[in-house]
């Protein structure tokens, strides 16, 4: 979606060295999440928040740290970069969703990371 | 808790149907989703079903629910080249906690001329 973009869009690093990826939206959505993909295992959820205030772990938060900057920006931090981080990283946004409702997700284009 | 499983690979022909599975786990949920994934970009929402529905149609894409054996499954008519991606299902739960997505791992669709 052209709506959601990711900077940058490949990156080779070191191991132990300091990462941020980021993510900006031009939908007006206040929910944001950082996934990471790995071949035959999907998507799974890092971090997510709800609003510019609210930060929540994911599945796999270990070893990443989040910012949410302002309600269109939400940025991804590898402290210390370790090779298992090699992955194809993707933001998502969604709008309000009721309890029981639709949450459908729109994705930026990836980021391709790779720790050497 | 919940866990999405789908096949990983699946080949066909041009012209031919293709048919991709997915099961579930978790009997609440409330919306499950068909996503498709081309290479080098984001996932984009292809359709969706409520859970208290057993078929949807549009266009050439049929999705099918089975909600007592937790089976979803998407088939597209005609497949055509351009329809050789990555497809993720996901479902959704009302667990007040925003539904939430989880994702099954994804099948690779080629479509061979």
């Known amino acids: 979606d052209a709506d959601v973009t990711q900077t940058p869009r490949n990156r080779i690093t070191k191991t132990g060295k300091r990462i941020m990826l980021e993510c900006s939206q031009t939908k007006g959505h206040d929910r944001m999440y950082w996934y990471r993909q790995d071949p035959g295992l999907g998507l799974r959820l890092i971090y997510y928040s709800f609003d510019v205030k609210d930060i929540n772990k994911g599945e796999i938060s270990d070893g990443y740290s989040v910012s949410r900057q302002a309600q269109a920006k939400f940025s991804l931090s590898l402290e210390s970069a370790i090779p298992n981080q090699t992955a194809l990283y993707f933001c998502a946004t969604s709008g309000l969703s009721l309890a029981g409702g639709r949450n459908e997700q729109f994705f930026g284009p990836g980021t391709r990371l790779t720790v050497l | 808790g919940e866990d999405v499983e789908q096949s990983l690979f699946l080949s066909v022909r041009e012209g031919d149907s293709s048919v991709i599975n997915c099961t579930y786990t978790?009997?609440?949920?409330?919306?499950l989703y068909w996503y498709k994934q081309e290479p080098g970009a984001g996932l984009q929402l292809l359709t969706y079903?409520?859970?208290?529905?057993d078929m949807k149609q549009d266009q050439r894409l049929t999705v099918l629910l089975n909600k007592k054996d937790k089976h979803l499954s998407l088939r597209i008519a005609d497949t055509q080249t351009g329809d050789s991606a990555i497809y993720f299902c996901a479902e959704s739960i009302d667990d007040n906690a925003g539904n939430m997505l989880t994702f099954g791992g994804g099948t690779r669709l080629m479509v061979k001329p």
């Open positions: 079903i409520f859970s208290n529905m």
């Open positions: 978790d009997s609440s949920s409330t919306y």
